[in-house]
């Protein structure tokens, strides 16, 4: 009876699969994660194509997102990312099937969008998650396409991204754009940088290649028996130099196309809003004087609100002024709505410097976010970003300088440069003078935030000036938080001089912590870190006390032979008295050698580096 009703139920899902096939709307989910039967609809999978089974997968995900079933859902996003994937693999160097992916893809990003204004606010971030993941797709596809036919690629991605954002509804408008632009700008923004650093060290090859031409010149000039060595030297620099410029050439690619894809969506931005606009309205019956629109009495009921801010008292301004806000979104794109954004953004400044004002600063970010670039959005930010720069710090400040940065990242507006940089000062120095607590390490956590957001070169000054923070906070766990969080991100710095200042600054920092597992963690990092670094008296410096803070670490720590087995060759590179060597190489063999004590009470340490000779050391 049992294998009976597997089998229909079996049928049943097959010609399910067979129905959705033929349809060209999202599919109807079926059985769902949340069904204990969920195993049969993967067999099912089986007997459908590819397409049909992404487009069943996104409906999952909309159905479990509408009911809130949070672990349901988890389930539905991790099936969707792998038959998206497997679909793409499936394009991979094929036209016409690349096309319809991206057509596939773009009808999912569109249901998605307008379920993200429905569903409650615990499913938002992943439904927000699955649309970053449909714009990815989106992405790849129309950069294969292109790869395969430039101009057919074009006019599909110009046709689809303008066709996404002109059918949306106004509520999903919003929600789409950021998923598009957190996708398309940020790939923009990376392959720059990638594309950047890959010439910086092509032009490094080529003059350390030069040089040696002029070594080589010289010692055939001079017969020198240096000639032979210098003319591998060469062939070997010649070698990397050919490698280096073949990825210069390719990473300078994938930015080109990632730029053009930007533009695109700006330009298709700009068509979705002029379709809006064009929108035939309907005619007045006669003898009647024409009747407002909908869109126009939004208009004039958000300039009447706009207008009643100045009656609120000064307690309720920053709740009116968020929901006036909100209000101001749903309006359709046009010229009345740019000037209503301006007349915010005055009666913003208007507000006494309070947290309040910071809560309405940070709703007005919104409004920022969903500008297109330009001069418009341009002077916006110069107005705002000194209103910013006077915001007393919290959490909210926090937030929205890091918003304003990304921003500015987008659209980089050279005479803003003085005035950013004024911004992101003042908030050190905001934290840096307020006494110690737990706000402080707080604020300096998110400081280290705001630094993921700043282009490259302007990382390393930033660091500096949050590691001078960090030397005020004081020597206790919460300061070891920081520190751990700290040096991932010195860690990407691709300058080795510069990493090794700041290494050096915060590894005396780190031996004051008292030894928990973020103090681990910090000094493995930075031990693996010290690798990398020139061989110079900073480095030898650097590898001395991250010695001194390995011994110190508690015998139990599973870490410590490895983080000692790390530092071992870099001591033996170090340019110091054969004596002084020989100390630190014994003592970091003694812990190699020790084995690990589990489950015991351990005796505090002395602060004082033991130097001495144990009868296990391995004699070199």
């Given at each position: 009876m049992k294998k009976l009703q597997v089998l229909v139920i079996m049928v049943m899902m097959l010609f399910s699969a067979l129905a959705i096939a033929e349809t060209n709307e999202l599919a109807d989910p079926g059985m769902t994660p949340d069904s204990p039967f969920y195993f049969l609809d993967e067999v099912s999978d089986v007997f459908q194509a590819p397409e049909a089974v992404t487009d069943e997968k996104a409906a999952e995900v909309v159905a479990m997102a509408e009911k809130g079933d949070e672990k349901a859902l988890a389930k539905a996003i991790e099936k969707y990312d792998k038959t998206l994937l497997k679909v793409k693999k499936n394009a991979?160097?094929?036209?016409?099937?690349?096309?319809?992916?991206?057509?596939?893809?773009?009808?999912?990003?569109?249901?998605?969008?307008?379920?993200?204004?429905?569903?409650?606010?615990?499913?938002?971030?992943?439904?927000?998650?699955?649309?970053?993941?449909?714009?990815?797709?989106?992405?790849?596809?129309?950069?294969?396409?292109?790869?395969?036919?430039?101009?057919?690629?074009?006019?599909?991605?110009?046709?689809?991204?303008?066709?996404?954002?002109?059918?949306?509804?106004?509520?999903?408008?919003?929600?789409?754009?950021?998923?598009?632009?957190?996708?398309?700008?940020?790939?923009?923004?990376?392959?720059?940088?990638k594309s950047d650093d890959a010439q910086k060290n092509t032009d490094e090859l080529q003059q350390k290649l030069d040089e040696l031409k002029k070594q080589l010149e010289e010692a055939e000039k001079k017969k020198s028996e240096q000639a032979q060595e210098l003319q591998q030297k060469l062939d070997e620099?010649?070698?990397?130099?050919?490698?280096?410029?073949?990825?210069?050439?390719?990473?300078?690619?994938?930015?080109?196309?990632?730029?053009?894809?930007?533009?695109?969506?700006?330009?298709?931005?700009?068509?979705?809003?002029?379709?809006?606009?064009?929108m035939p309205k309907e005619p007045s019956k006669k003898g009647q004087a024409p009747a407002k629109s909908v869109n126009e009495k939004n208009l004039a009921d958000v300039e009447q609100l706009i207008n009643e801010v100045k009656n609120v008292a000064d307690k309720d301004k920053p709740e009116f002024i968020n929901d006036v806000i909100n209000q101001y979104q749903q309006l359709p794109e046009s010229p009345k709505k740019k000037d209503l954004g301006k007349d915010i953004l005055q009666e913003v400044q208007k507000m006494p410097v309070n947290e309040g004002k910071n809560v309405a600063v940070k709703g007005y970010m919104k409004i920022v976010q969903a500008l297109p670039e330009g001069d418009d959005k341009d002077a916006i930010m110069a107005t705002l970003t000194p209103e910013v720069q006077k915001l007393p710090v919290n959490n909210d400040k926090m937030e929205i300088v890091k918003s304003?940065?990304?921003?500015?990242?987008?659209?980089?507006?050279?005479?803003?440069?003085?005035?950013?940089?004024?911004?992101?000062?003042?908030?050190?120095?905001?934290?840096?003078?307020?006494?110690?607590?737990?706000?402080?390490?707080?604020?300096?956590?998110?400081?280290?935030?705001?630094?993921?957001?700043?282009?490259?070169?302007?990382?390393?000054?930033?660091?500096?000036?949050?590691?001078?923070?960090?030397?005020?906070?004081?020597?206790?766990?919460?300061?070891?938080?920081?520190?751990?969080?700290?040096?991932?991100?010195?860690?990407?710095?691709?300058?080795?001089?510069?990493?090794?200042?700041?290494?050096?600054?915060?590894?005396?920092e780190l031996q004051k912590l008292p030894a928990d597992k973020s103090k681990t963690q910090a000094v493995k990092d930075l031990a693996n870190m010290a690798k990398d670094l020139p061989e110079d008296a900073i480095k030898t410096s650097i590898v001395k006390d991250l010695v001194s803070a390995v011994q110190l670490l508690p015998a139990?720590?599973?870490?410590?032979?490895?983080?000692?087995?790390?530092?071992?060759?870099?001591?033996?590179?170090?340019?110091?008295?054969?004596?002084?060597?020989?100390?630190?190489?014994?003592?970091?063999?003694?812990?190699?050698?020790?084995?690990?004590?589990?489950?015991?009470?351990v005796e505090p340490v002395n602060d004082t580096p033991v130097y001495e000779s144990r009868s296990y050391v391995p004699k070199y």
């Open positions: 991979y160097l094929d036209e016409e099937k690349t096309a319809k992916v991206s057509d596939q893809v773009a009808k999912h990003l569109a249901v998605l969008a307008k379920v993200l204004e429905q569903v409650p606010e615990t499913a938002k971030p992943s439904i927000q998650k699955v649309m970053e993941k449909s714009a990815k797709g989106l992405s790849d596809s129309f950069k294969e396409l292109k790869a395969l036919n430039p101009e057919k690629g074009k006019k599909v991605a110009a046709e689809t991204l303008t066709k996404v954002l002109a059918d949306a509804p106004e509520a999903a408008k919003k929600g789409l754009q950021n998923a598009l632009d957190n996708v398309v700008k940020k790939e923009a923004q990376e392959t720059k940088q620099a010649q070698k990397k130099l050919d490698e280096a410029k073949k990825q210069a050439e390719e990473a300078k690619k994938q930015a080109d196309a990632a730029q053009e894809l930007a533009k695109q969506l700006e330009e298709a931005k700009k068509q979705a809003e002029q379709k809006a606009q064009e304003m940065l990304e921003q500015l990242q987008i659209s980089p507006a050279k005479d803003l440069k003085k005035q950013k940089d004024d911004m992101i000062n003042g908030l050190i120095t905001d934290v840096q003078v307020l006494p110690q607590s737990k706000l402080k390490v707080n604020f300096t956590k998110n400081l280290i935030e705001v630094s993921k957001v700043l282009p490259a070169q302007e990382q390393p000054e930033y660091l500096q000036n949050i590691v001078k923070v960090v030397q005020k906070l004081a020597d206790n766990k919460e300061k070891g938080e920081v520190v751990s969080k700290l040096v991932p991100v010195v860690a990407t710095i691709s300058d080795n001089s510069i990493k090794a200042d700041l290494v050096k600054d915060i590894v005396p139990q720590d599973a870490e410590k032979n490895a983080i000692a087995t790390t530092l071992l060759p870099e001591v033996q590179k170090l340019a110091v008295m054969e004596a002084e060597k020989t100390t630190m190489v014994n003592n970091l063999n003694v812990i190699i050698a020790s084995p690990i004590v589990q489950n015991k009470v």
